[in-house]
């Protein structure tokens, strides 16, 4: 036959568990180590996230940017069509490669409380329309 093993009463009206099956605290402390973690990780992701949207909108600015070029819009028209897209802080570069009008965008981003400092970049190419 086995023995359950039963709750020690100590001197008090108070039930008690044995000294060895207390665990007072134990979650909490487990969480507290793990939740800066966790905190760490999910800044991580979101930073991740939007470098990846801005990095979307950044390419599809230098692309707006050269089709506009290759129509035969002022550089300034050039220039104010990829900022829209872009952002007010984007960097706008309207050149010429010879056979090609190129457009260059880029914009900082910043880290998560300012620890790190990340730039999205994106060029497009166009052939510029005849007659223009």
Same mark, same amino acid.
Do not use: H, K, N
């Given at each position: 036959?086995?023995? &359950?093993?039963?709750?020690?009463? =100590? =001197? /008090?009206?108070? *039930? ?7 665990? /007072?605290?134990? $979650? ?10 966790? $905190? #760490? *990780?999910?800044?991580?992701?979101? !930073?991740? @996230?939007?470098?990846?949207? !801005? ?5 599809? @600015?230098?692309? @707006? =940017? ?31 490669? /010879?056979?090609?009008? $190129?457009?260059? $965008?880029? !914009? ?6 300012? #620890?790190?400092?990340?730039?999205? &970049? ?11």
């Amino acid at each position: 036959m086995s023995r &359950r093993p039963r709750p020690w009463v =100590g =001197g /008090g009206s108070r *039930l008690r568990l044995p000294p060895g099956d207390r665990e /007072g605290g134990g $979650v909490t402390a487990e969480l507290a180590i793990v939740l800066p973690g966790v $905190v #760490l *990780l999910l800044v991580a992701l979101l !930073t991740a @996230a939007s470098a990846a949207l !801005t990095q979307v909108r950044v390419a599809d @600015a230098a692309r @707006a =940017g050269a089709r506009a070029a290759a129509l035969g819009e002022s550089s300034a028209v050039v220039s104010d069509v990829a900022q829209e897209l872009a952002g007010a802080g984007a960097e706008v570069v309207v050149g010429d490669d /010879g056979r090609y009008v $190129v457009v260059e $965008v880029s !914009t900082e981003l910043d880290g998560p409380l300012g #620890l790190a400092d990340l730039r999205a &970049r994106a060029s497009a190419r166009a052939v510029p329309e005849p007659g223009e």
